[in-house]
């Protein structure tokens, strides 16, 4: 029952992101339109920028559920340029009501565990620490948010492909380059014998 009453929540501030920006937005206007008290929200949430997250993060796990290897991860950043563009009024409403750092913080740490599932896959025959493949991934995701945040910025106007060819180019094979970088067990090079 739980997750149906977020769910209801989020279609509402989805809903009401139609019609008026994010911080033009009361939790009366939100529980009025899903048919629930104040007490239930808060139940859930304890703000609107609560809900907000939430509603990003799960919208954006579900488009990128099966985009999470070396070999797809391209395809996984790439549905998510286009859910932000299919939802562009409500995205651009968020984005003009919410500085910089906040909206990082809500796609930050999703783009952090998929990259980190593509570095785990990529580091499954190296001995790498834990927090070294959390770092790696943690670097790249800084450039995917960016790349993201800039794009939105501009209205949305660069083909999101050529955006991810661009990068793909950019950080090709540098997964695998930066694990080497921090591989606890490297093998022996010529020079080491």
Not at 50 to 72: F, S
């Amino acid at each position: 029952m739980s997750q149906i009453t977020k769910k209801a929540l989020a279609q509402s501030l989805k809903n009401l992101l139609l019609k008026k920006p994010l911080n033009k937005i009361t939790i009366n206007d939100i529980t009025d339109d899903c048919g629930i008290n104040r007490m239930t929200f808060y139940y859930h949430f304890k703000d609107i920028y609560d809900l907000a997250e939430w509603a990003c993060l799960q919208e954006a796990a579900k488009v990128i559920k099966e985009n999470i290897t070396h070999d797809t991860w391209q395809e996984g950043m790439l549905q998510i340029f286009y859910t932000v563009r299919e939802n562009k009024p409500l995205i651009m409403n968020v984005y003009r009501c919410v500085d910089r750092e906040q909206v990082e913080r809500y796609l930050k740490p999703l783009i952090d565990n998929l990259l980190l599932k593509v570095v785990e896959e990529q580091s499954a025959d190296m001995t790498v620490r834990q927090e070294d493949k959390e770092f790696i991934a943690s670097v790249y995701s800084y450039v995917f948010v960016g790349l993201m945040l800039d794009w939105i910025k501009n209205d949305m106007k660069e083909n999101p492909e050529q955006l991810i060819s661009k990068l793909a180019l950019v950080i090709q094979d540098t997964f695998t380059d930066a694990l080497e970088r921090f591989r606890i067990d490297k093998p022996l090079s010529k020079n080491d014998i």
